[in-house]
T-cell receptor, first 115, second 117 residues
């Protein structure tokens, strides 16, 4: 099991560029989510999905889009990058959103810099 | 508003001593609390959790205490080891009484623990 795999590990974008952060999991988890980590802010939920074809917004969704066409993949799209989106992005998955016994499994993160 | 707060950005402890990391929360809809540990350049990994119906949960060197009346939880690490040096995040899960927020985790800001040999 590879767990949760995120690509790329690092990315530099210019303001206004678009890109997709990839996330894949091989644990057959229903629930997948994207977080961003900023200094002093902890981890904040961007978007999440409770299954293929179902997505919803988290705490900080503006400027990001997601889709979930398969159970395994949950890409995060930045439509027009802004310096405020400079952050470390983590993808996480778990068996079920509501399960006590299924804590989140995180990928190793993508460090994004927008200049 | 920060519903889960870790007010100590950092903590330094001598090897072998106890490390106590604290976390406060404001939302009474939280029903489950977790601690995650994060090393540099890695994602957070699950460490230990506690249900709101309990006041203590122990797993080896790690114990989590929950004081519901004070809306406070703490993580005790005894004895502390240099390999415990990491960022520790407290997280809280919203119960099914929380409507559309059911099941989502809210994280604190993190505390950097440094254990000196």
């Amino acid at each position: 099991n590879a767990g949760v795999t995120q690509t790329p590990k690092f990315q530099v974008l210019k303001t206004g560029q678009s890109m997709t952060l990839q996330c894949a999991q091989d644990m057959n988890h229903e629930y997948m989510s994207w977080y961003r980590q900023d200094p002093g802010m902890g981890l904040r939920l961007i978007h999440y999905s409770v299954g293929a074809g179902i997505t919803d917004q988290g705490e900080v969704p503006n400027g990001y889009n997601v889709s979930r066409s398969t159970t395994e993949d949950f890409p995060l799209r930045l439509l027009s990058a802004a310096p405020s989106q400079t952050s470390v992005y983590f993808c996480a998955s778990s068996y079920q959103l509501s399960s006590y016994n299924s804590p989140l499994h995180f990928g190793n993160g993508t460090r994004l810099t927008v200049t | 508003d920060q519903q889960v707060k870790q007010n100590s950005p950092s903590l330094s402890v001598q090897e072998g001593r106890i490390s106590i990391l604290n976390c406060d929360y404001t939302n009474s809809m939280f029903d489950y609390f977790l601690w995650y540990k994060k090393y540099p350049a890695e994602g957070p990994t699950f460490l230990i959790s506690i249900s709101s119906i309990k006041d203590k949960n122990e797993d080896g060197r790690f114990t989590v205490f929950l004081n519901k009346s004070a809306k406070h939880l703490s993580l005790h690490i005894v004895p502390s080891q240099p390999g415990d040096s990491a960022v520790y995040f407290c997280a809280a899960r919203t119960s099914n009484a929380g409507g559309t927020s059911y099941g989502k985790l809210t994280f604190g800001q993190g505390t950097i623990l440094t254990v000196h040999p």
